[in-house]
Each structure stands twice: as C-alpha cells, then as structure tokens.
C-alpha cells in the first residue's frame, strides 16, 4: 500500500514506486514480480514489475526519511541539461510499469510476433541456392561461393544465439525487457544489411560478421526478453507463457519462407543467353569460361537441361 500523494509525485518524476511511499507491504514478492500497488482505500494506482522484493522493502523501510533518500539515490526531476539522459530513462525498467486496468493478454501476442521474426532464422536454407549463384545466376560460376562455405552461417548464428541469451540474462534483470528488446532489433536489422553487403560486395566474412554474428546475438536478445516477459506477467500459467513464445520462434520459418521467395524472384534478374555451346566459340582459361565478344572475353556458364529446369522463375 501506498502514500496516494507520494505515489503521484514519484510517477510524475518517473522514479521507482517502490519503496519510497510505502506504508504497508503486503505478501511476499521478489524482484521483478509483478505487483500491484493501491493507494489508503485499496484503489488499485498502477501495476507493474517490482524492483525490491518485500523482505528489502520492509527492511528499508524501517531507517528515517532523510536515510532511505540517500540509500535509493533519489534526486530530483530531471532538467533540461539532462534530455539525454532522460531518451535513456525511456528505455529503463521504470518507464515500463503498467498502469491500472492493463490488460496482461497484450503481451502474448506481442511476444510472440517479436519470436515469429526472430523464427525467421530457421528458414536460412532458402537463401542457399541464391547465394551459391551469385555470379553465375543459372549455375554456380567459377567464383561464386560453394555450399559447404555458406551453409555454415546458419551454425555461426545459432551459436551466437546461445551465447548472447546464456550472457545477457543478468543484463536483463538489471536494465529491463524494453533496452534489450530495443538492442536485439538494432542487432537482428543490422545483420542483415551487414550481411546483405557482404553478398554485394562478394566478401564472405561481411556475411558471416552481419548474419552470423551480429544477427546471431539480435537472435539471442530478441529471445531472452519475450520470455522473461510473458513468465513474469503470468506467474499463474508459466508454461503457457513459455508455448506461446516458443511456438512463435518455431513457426517463424513458416512465415517466412513465402516471403523469402517471393522477394527473390522479385529482385530475379534473368541472364543473357548468348547461344548454343555448338554456335559459339569456347575458351577455357584458369577454370572460367569465355567467349569472344564485341572484340572483348566474356565468361560464361554453361548450363544443362537440369540447370535450366531449376532455374528462378522471375515475378514481373
């Protein structure tokens, strides 16, 4: 229970409602349980994630005024001087706290949308046939990458996966959902337009730095927050929490393999065909083949009937 007056000072400079402004605790709760504070006539003020459990509130509570300020470093409002700080705060685990009547059910599905994107990585194997052919388009070129070298991005960004949740459950706990949800987006985005230019530029490091790395640790983040979200918002049905977001990373691939495909033929540029193997003249040099063309060496690839059935067909 709270000091109605305290609590609407403490929202105002968007502090921590807990423990300034307590007079009664009741229950026991831990941090980052999800509590619901009431003011003198049981009015339910706001609701949200703890950041002391009782047994620190009622110890807190027991030193003078002046003791706990200095103990909860509280200061107060922010100024003008301090706008950056205060792009921060909105991020903090302060400004996350619901406010009375919220609904708990908005977060399912908006965990689950957040694994349904992260899912996506499941699909990786699609972009494999396209990248085999970069150069040569119907079949591979003498210097597109082979599929024992890209296959292995999927593995570097599961690997990354693990290692950044395994890391950043700690950091979870301590900054809150929304800065490591914001961290995980920049991360998973940014992998892919790392890894995007590592495929442009032809440089298969950029695309294992991007993908696998960086996108591999937006993969990690992106899972950890949802989770920690939804078990915390539903201590009552914690396994549930748990299916829901599990099932959205699972069906991920599902979403995204339409949309992969389709993006690709989209963006499909079909090849020049120059002739039949038997109408042009042929050299071999250094692995690649060239023909002489406009007074100039043009490589080619030479494709066969299966090549040809296999080959994209574009959207236009």
């Not at 921590?16 to 009664?24: A, E, H, K, R, Y």
């Not at 009375?100 to 992260?118: E, N, Q, S």
């Amino acid at each position: 229970m709270l000091d109605a007056g305290a609590v609407q000072k403490l929202l105002k400079e968007g502090k921590s409602l807990l423990p300034i402004g307590v007079t009664d605790v009741g229950g026991d709760f831990g941090r980052g349980d999800v509590i619901t504070c009431v003011d003198a006539t049981g009015k339910a003020i706001a609701r949200g994630m703890s950041n002391y459990a009782s047994a620190e509130v009622k110890r807190i509570m027991r030193k003078p005024s002046s003791e706990i300020a200095a103990i909860l470093g509280y200061v107060e409002a922010p100024g003008p001087d301090d706008a950056e700080e205060s792009m921060l705060d909105l991020l903090s685990k302060e400004r996350i706290v619901a406010g009375p009547g919220f609904k708990r059910w908005l977060i399912a599905p908006a965990a689950l949308g957040i694994h349904l994107c992260i899912g996506s990585v499941y699909a990786w194997s699609l972009f494999n046939p396209a990248l085999v052919k970069r150069i040569g388009v119907v079949t591979s070129a003498a210097d597109d990458w082979t599929l024992k070298q890209v296959v292995w991005v999927f593995t570097v960004a599961i690997v990354f996966l693990g290692l950044s949740a395994a890391l950043a459950g700690k950091w979870l706990e301590k900054v809150g959902p929304r800065m490591v949800g914001v961290v995980a987006t920049a991360c998973w985005a940014g992998g892919f337009v790392i890894g995007g230019a590592g495929i442009v530029t032809g440089q298969l490091w950029l695309l294992y730095l991007g993908y696998g790395v960086v996108g591999g640790c937006g993969l990690g983040l992106g899972y950890v927050s949802p989770v920690s979200t939804l078990i915390r918002w539903f201590p009552d049905r914690r396994g549930m929490a748990t299916g829901i977001a599990i099932m959205g990373f699972g069906g991920g691939a599902m979403l995204a393999q339409p949309m992969i495909d389709g993006l690709v033929r989209f963006h499909y540029e079909a090849p020049t065909y120059v002739g039949a193997t038997a109408d042009v003249e042929l050299v071999t040099d250094g692995g690649r083949r060239y023909i002489a063309q406009d007074q100039a060496r043009r490589e080619v690839v030479v494709v066969g009937p299966n090549d040809v059935a296999a080959m994209i067909e574009p959207d236009f």
